[in-house]
Structures are given as C-alpha cells and as structure tokens.
C-alpha cells in the first residue's frame, strides 16, 4: 500500500511540474513576443521617418535610443535559453 501511494505522488508531483512548466513557458513566448512588438515598434517609427512617410527626424534618436536600453537591459540567456 505504500509503494501505491508512494507511485500516485510520484505521478502527481510530475503532472504538477508539467503543469506549471506549460504555464512559464507560455508566459516567457508571451514576454518575448512583447520585446519584439515593442523593439518593432520602434523600428516603424524610425523606418517611417527614413522612408519619407513623415518629416518628424528629430524622433529618430530617442527611438533607437529605445531600441539600444531595450536590448541592453534584458537578460538574453534568460529570455531565449538555448532549449
């Protein structure tokens, strides 16, 4: 009988840590798709202003500037780990 209940918490501690695993790994996707859309926001503004779409040059550098803050300041190796 305790080798049973020992085998069901066994399997259910495992299902547990799937569980939260499935929760951080949606939430890290989810982050890092917020760093791009922000950084790619960025890039339109600064694009829009090249391309001649608008005359607005003087938000140039505080855009890039942004862009540089943005990716020196997040932890790459805890944002997109090599698995």
Do not use: W
């Amino acid at each position: 009988m305790i080798k049973v209940i020992f085998v069901f918490i066994l399997l259910l501690s495992s299902f547990f840590t799937q569980i939260s695993y499935a929760e951080n790994t949606e939430d890290i996707i989810k982050y890092r798709k917020n760093i791009m859309k922000a950084i790619g926001n960025h890039i339109s503004i600064i694009a829009a202003n090249i391309k001649g779409k608008v005359s607005i040059n003087e938000d140039i550098l505080p855009h890039s500037q942004s862009i540089l803050l943005t990716l020196s300041s997040i932890n790459i190796t805890k944002t997109f780990p090599e698995n």
